[in-house]
């Protein structure tokens, strides 16, 4: 070994995503929208997203098994 015993520690650069969006309403009216986002970041959405839909998809299922167990009221 040489006089320099230093440990090279090699950090990981986040990656960035990138994405631009533009909607014309009509001749007077734009909306624009910019998101940027780490790699990780993008997991959180995607998981944040598939929770929200899994919740939704037991709600539907929930609300439609007691509503036929639901009795029909005459008027």
Not at 3 to 10: E, H, L, S, Y
Not at 20 to 40: D, E, F
């Amino acid at each position: 070994m040489s006089g320099d015993d230093t440990i090279r520690v090699m950090t990981a650069i986040p990656v960035h995503h990138r994405a631009k969006a533009t909607i014309r309403i009509g001749r007077h009216t734009r909306l624009a929208a910019r998101v940027n986002v780490t790699s990780p970041g993008l997991l959180a959405i995607g998981a944040l997203v598939s929770s929200v839909l899994l919740s939704t998809a037991v709600l539907v299922r929930v609300s439609i098994r007691e509503g036929a167990k639901a009795k029909v009221i005459p008027h």
